[in-house]
Each structure stands twice: as C-alpha cells, then as structure tokens.
C-alpha cells in the first residue's frame, strides 16, 4: 500500500472518529450504512466502531461517555481519554464525513489486496496440491470481491 494512501486512510479513520464523537447521532446516521469495523485499521478503532454501532442499534445516544460505557460492556479497554483526544484532534464537520469515508475505504481496500495478495502467496508456497491452492487462490478472490462490492 502506498504511504500515501496509508497515511490519509489512518488520517481519515481519527477524522471519522472524532466527527462522529463530537456530533452524535446525526454524524453517525450520516455514514453508517457505508462502513463496518472491518473498514478501521487498528483494533482499538473497531473496537470504538463496535461500541458505536451497538449504541446505534439501542438508540442510545453517542458521544465520549456513552462510547466509552458501552466499550466497556463489550469487553473493550476504551479509553476515555483516547477519545478525548479524537475529538480533539479531528479536523472533520459533519459535510467532510462522505470523503473521509471515502479516504478510509480506499485504504481498507487497499489492506484487503494486500491481505489477498499474501494468503494467495502463502497457499502457493505451501505444501497444497494444486487442486488446494486453485481452491484457497478462488476463495481469496471472492471474498476480495465481495468486501470490495459494498
């Protein structure tokens, strides 16, 4: 993956983050049906998205204390001051979310080639017969395909 796109990708994830964070529900309902936790790159960003997602789901309210209450309750070490920092550090309003979203998904797109790419060169270097690694190679390539399609 490029730097580039690498950088903009991680960039556009804290944006999302802390847009989201400080603007609530309406933020959210704006992006929602066009990412998944898949999407973010570090786990503690899915586990942020998680917590997001389940409040949606509850109609709570979302914002630093309720994000970091439900993290919890999911099992996640969401650190309040983390998220602090999101929102602190995030340059987004809620008119820049639909390009952020799109910075973000070209670098999960991105990850997902890369991640395709190395399970494709590890089924081909293994100990596989053939008929395995054309098995393995067509999995890899629908479900590139299928996360690619959203």
């Known amino acids: 993956?490029?730097?580039?796109?690498?950088?903009?990708?991680?960039?556009?994830?804290?944006?999302?983050?802390?847009?989201?964070?400080?603007?609530?529900?309406?933020?959210?309902?704006?992006?929602?049906?066009?990412?998944?936790?898949?999407?973010?790159?570090?786990?503690?960003?899915?586990?942020i998205i998680d917590a997001i997602l389940t409040l949606d789901v509850e109609g709570e309210p979302i914002d630093v204390e309720t994000v970091t209450t439900q993290g919890e309750r999911n099992g996640h070490q969401t650190r309040k001051l983390y998220?602090?920092?999101?929102?602190?550090?995030?340059?987004?309003?809620?008119?820049?979310?639909p390009m952020q979203v799109k910075l973000l998904q070209e670098a999960a797109s991105q990850r997902r080639i890369e991640q395709a790419h190395a399970a494709m060169g590890a089924a081909i270097g293994g100990d596989g017969t053939p008929a395995e690694i054309v098995e393995q190679y067509t999995r890899t390539l629908l479900d590139l395909n299928n996360t690619m399609r959203r």
């Open 83 to 97: 998220l602090l920092e999101l929102v602190a550090g995030s340059g987004c309003v809620p008119s820049d979310l």
């Open 1 to 47: 993956m490029s730097d580039m796109v690498r950088r903009h990708g991680a960039e556009a994830e804290r944006n999302i983050l802390g847009c989201v964070l400080l603007n609530g529900r309406n933020a959210w309902l704006s992006i929602a049906d066009t990412l998944t936790a898949a999407d973010f790159s570090t786990p503690e960003h899915r586990d």
